[in-house]
C-alpha cells in the first residue's frame, strides 16, 4: 500500500465520513484519523484484500469508539466539551426550516442502523462486505438495513403535509436501485 492508493479512496471516505458524522469539520477529523491509523496500521492490511473495505473499517472502528467515549463521559456526568455534542443539540423549529431534510432524519438513526444503511447504500457495498467491516453477522446486517429504511421513510413522511406547496408533489419514498 502506497500514498497514491489511499489516495484514491479519499473522495468514499470523505463521503461516508460526511453523512456518519453530519459535520463537515468533523468528518474531515475523522478522515484524517483513518489515514492515520492506516499508515500506522499498514502491516495488518493483507495485500490482495480490498484497500476500501479495509479503510472504511478502520474509519468504522474509530467512530464507533468515539461514540462510546462521548456516552462513558455522560453517563458519568462529567463535564462534555460542547464541540463534542453540538451535533447533538437541536435548535428549535422555524417558520422557514419546517421540512425535515434527509441529513437530520439520518442523524436520528441509531448509530448502527445508520452505519450499515450508509455503508450499503452510499458506498454501495454487499451486504458480507458490510458484515465484516461491522463485526457483525450478515443477518443482522439485513435487520439493521430494513429497520433503518422503515425508520427514515417514516421520518422523511413527518413533514407537516402545509409544508409541502400545492404546487409540488410529495416526495417519493427512498429505496434501494441495486
Avoid: F
Amino acid at each position: 500500500m502506497d500514498a497514491t492508493e489511499l489516495l484514491t479512496h479519499n473522495p468514499s471516505l470523505r463521503r461516508y465520513a460526511r453523512a456518519l458524522t453530519g459535520d463537515a469539520w468533523a468528518a474531515d477529523d475523522l478522515v484524517q484519523d483513518t489515514l492515520e491509523r492506516a499508515c500506522a496500521k499498514r502491516l495488518l492490511w493483507r495485500v490482495g484484500t480490498d484497500l476500501r473495505a479495509w479503510l472504511l473499517t478502520l474509519m468504522h472502528n474509530l467512530q464507533a469508539n468515539h461514540w462510546q467515549r462521548g456516552a462513558r463521559e455522560r453517563a458519568a456526568g462529567r463535564p462534555v466539551d460542547l464541540d463534542d455534542v453540538h451535533g447533538e443539540l437541536v435548535a428549535p423549529p422555524h417558520a422557514t426550516d419546517i421540512r425535515i431534510d434527509l441529513q437530520r432524519c439520518l442523524l436520528q438513526l441509531p448509530e448502527e442502523q445508520r452505519v450499515v444503511l450508509l455503508l450499503v447504500s452510499l458506498e454501495d457495498l454487499s451486504y458480507d462486505a458490510v458484515a465484516r467491516i461491522t463485526g457483525v453477522p450478515v443477518g443482522t446486517v439485513m435487520s439493521r438495513l430494513s429497520r433503518a429504511r422503515q425508520r427514515l421513510q417514516q421520518l422523511m413522511g413527518a413533514a407537516p403535509a402545509t409544508s409541502v406547496p400545492q404546487t409540488e408533489t410529495a416526495p417519493t419514498p427512498l429505496r434501494r436501485l441495486k
